[in-house]
């Protein structure tokens, strides 16, 4: 090869340069937890924030949640507010815990629906007594105020069954297994429980009167909430009944500027996540920030500014 062919491909290889490796995408690890509500905030962060590449972290109840966040497994999740106020300040009356888990933004109660087989002769909470109710799985949030339900209302000899998924609770309730089942109301209208009602005579039961004011004073995150009229078939009453405050945490050490567009993109999706999670139309925006433990610093910087906008 001629010495200028050699010295011009050695200086193009010299001067050649590497093209530098794609920038990896901060992770944001979102935990399943109250699916499919979950799954539909994660949805429209990832559609919000193309710049993050976000997972999501299996954890079925609210506890398991708190958990990964404490072990720094996860960075965001949908828990129970009293589940997150234990994870905070501990089971005692001492100082605070020190806990991994802080506050993006408060949400709405979580519900829980009761409803009785048709031809079960159930009209009322407590005619439960000898009856058998299915909850739930044990530890979920239906099994947690369902228990405390039965318990306020005195409900002894009731037969309580943890169940591990909707669809057994609504085929026990079909087949005469169940005489009542407990649902978490998040989700509505929903095929199953629709199909009780309209097909199968099922029916919404209230839960109501002193024994929920007798609750709510010994578990003030209970709150008495309302199933509007005509979310089933032939539902033209509302219908009082009991649920949970839900919040969104997530770790002490995230990133504060990414806490802040987390709160942030909450609130401009709202009203998409109004649209097809009935529920979220009960979001209160102004009650937002009042969560049973501190908020991040980057939450809290948002509804600070938010406050002064207005």
């Known amino acids: 090869m001629p010495l200028l062919l050699v010295w011009l491909v050695a200086c193009s290889a010299g001067c050649r340069r590497e093209t530098p490796p794609a920038a990896e995408k901060p992770v944001l690890r979102i935990s399943t ?3 499919p509500f979950s799954t539909r905030l994660t949805e429209e962060y990832r559609r919000a924030m193309p710049d993050l590449a976000i997972e999501e972290v299996r954890a079925a109840f609210s506890s ?10 996860l960075d965001l999740s949908v828990v129970l507010a009293d589940d997150a106020y234990r994870a905070y300040f501990g089971e005692g009356s001492g100082p605070p815990a020190n806990s991994s888990v802080r506050a ?5 109660p979580l519900p829980t629906y009761l409803l009785a087989r048709a031809g079960s002769g159930v009209h009322s909470v407590s005619d439960l007594k000898g009856k058998t109710v299915a909850v739930g799985p044990q530890g979920s949030s239906v099994w947690k105020l369902g228990t405390l339900v039965l318990k306020a209302f005195d409900v002894e000899e009731v037969d309580i069954k943890a169940i591990g998924s909707r669809e057994v609770a609504v085929r026990g309730l079909q087949d005469g297994t169940f005489d009542a089942i407990m649902l978490p109301g998040y ?4 095929a199953f429980t629709e199909a009780l009602l309209r097909e199968r005579g099922a029916y919404l039961l209230p839960i109501e009167g002193p024994p929920v004011e007798r609750l709510r004073r010994e578990s003030p995150f209970v709150r008495v909430v309302m199933i509007p009229r005509d979310i ?3 539902q033209d009453k509302i219908v009082p009944t009991v649920g949970i405050d839900m919040l969104i945490v997530c770790r002490r050490d ?6 802040y567009r987390l709160a942030e993109q909450l609130f401009n999706v709202f009203p998409r996540l109004a649209r097809v999670e009935a529920t979220m139309r009960f979001l209160n925006l102004e009650e937002a920030p009042a969560t049973p433990i501190p908020l991040h610093p980057g939450a809290a910087r948002y509804f600070r500014e938010r406050e002064l906008s207005r």
């Open 33 to 35: 937890a109250f699916a």
């Open 187 to 190: 989700v509505y209208p929903e």
């Open 254 to 259: 995230l990133d504060e500027p990414l806490a």
């Open 64 to 73: 398991q949640g708190l958990a990964q966040i404490e072990a720094g497994t």
């Open 232 to 234: 089933y078939p032939g």
């Open 104 to 108: 993006i933004s408060l949400l709405q």
